[in-house]
């Protein structure tokens, strides 16, 4: 069945380097959204695009997160420099549109060292 | 979007119904109740959503009280597999993607 994939699952990583995690949504949605996931805050929306154009970008800390779709199959999210503090699981999640139920990824497990 | 309030956590047997309860008693007229579950190490699953009328479908039933200001999720026949965080949410239906997640209610079935 149709499911929307993430790579890579796991990610451990140096503070400075630059990190880049992928999402291809589901064939057929026009609607991503990037999630994290840590302990302290829970699930917190960073951003989320439709027809590939960001709609809100609210949620991410601009000088160092960006979130681009360079083609309707494919969502990036990247974090340069990576800090300690981004440790978290990311979710990639996509939809029909932007009222419609939300299918989430497996995630992405980024530990920066 | 309005708050929810659900219990942290919850146990059940085997075999039997699980009942789920939220509370949402800011609930506005076109805010829906959507649930959706986390299994460990997994993204969360979409379960079921309802506005006003009880809902079903093939992994639960969701039912909504008259005034709209508490819901309960049930699952019928709870596995071990079930075991899980449930996340009660509540939203509009607008031109915004958000979910809000709170801490959820993690239910353990047991055998």
């Known amino acids: 069945d149709a499911r929307v994939t993430q790579t890579p699952r796991d990610k451990v990583t140096e503070m400075g380097q630059e990190v880049t995690m992928r999402c291809q949504p589901i064939?057929?949605?026009?609607?991503v959204f990037w999630y994290r996931q840590t302990m302290m805050q829970g699930l917190e929306l960073l951003a989320y695009f439709r027809n590939r154009a960001p709609l809100d970008d609210s949620g991410m800390p601009k000088d160092r997160f960006s979130a681009e779709m360079p083609d309707a199959t494919l969502a990036t999210l990247k974090i340069q420099p990576s800090e300690p503090r981004d440790s978290a699981v990311y979710f990639c999640?996509?939809?029909?549109?932007?009222?419609?139920?939300?299918?989430f990824g497996p995630g992405t497990r980024l530990t920066v060292l | 979007d309005a708050k929810t309030t659900q219990p942290t956590s919850m146990d059940c047997a085997e075999g039997r119904a699980a009942n789920l309860p939220c509370n949402h008693s800011t609930i506005s007229g076109n805010e829906y109740v959507y649930w959706y579950r986390q299994i460990h190490s997994q993204g969360p699953q979409y379960i079921i959503h309802g506005l006003k009328n009880n809902e079903t479908n093939e992994m639960a039933s969701l039912i909504i009280t008259e005034d709209r200001k508490s819901s309960t999720l049930i699952l019928p026949h709870a596995t071990l597999r079930d075991t899980a965080v449930y996340y009660c949410i509540v939203r509009v239906k607008s031109n915004t993607g958000k979910l809000i997640f709170g801490q959820g209610t993690t239910l353990q079935v047991k055998p």
């Open positions: 064939l057929g949605h026009n609607t």
């Open positions: 999640a996509s939809g029909l549109g932007v009222t419609d139920t939300q299918y």
